[in-house]
Nanobody
Framework: QVQLVESGGGLVQAGGSLRLSCAAS????????LAWYRQAPEKERELVAS???????NYEDFVKGRFIISRDNDKGTVYLQMNSLKPEDTAVYYC?????????WGQGTQVTVSS
């Protein structure tokens, strides 16, 4: 079992930055991939970025060059540094973990970008 708790969301003006954190607990050594998803109002949840336990990263096109995902395997923590934020980045951001052939989700943290 893995538990995930996100933090760091909030309200920011367009062009600003936020850093999200997700702390994993439980069987963190079993986590292979950590990822950030987001869901805007009336839209489907979408992948933002992911990182493997070896540090290989993947970004969706709409955040490339603006967001950076990183992880601390010893702490079981994944981060999302979000720069040059746009109003369309407004969403609930979720942390996800793939571990032992199961997916785990955090409760989400709200990010609101004002124009």
């Amino acid at each position: 079992q893995v538990q995930l708790v996100e933090s760091g969301g909030g309200l920011v003006q367009a062009g600003g930055s936020l850093r999200l954190s997700c702390a994993a607990s439980g069987n963190i050594v079993s986590i292979s991939v950590l990822a950030w998803y987001r869901q805007a109002p009336e839209k489907e949840r979408e992948l933002v970025a992911s990182i493997t336990k070896y540090g290989r990263t993947n970004y969706e096109d709409f955040v490339k060059g603006r967001f950076i995902i990183s992880r601390d395997n010893d702490k079981g923590t994944v981060y999302l540094q979000m720069n040059s934020l746009k109003p369309e980045d407004t969403a609930v951001y979720y942390c996800a973990a793939a571990a032992s052939l199961r997916d785990y989700w955090g409760q989400g943290t709200q990010v609101t970008v004002s124009s």
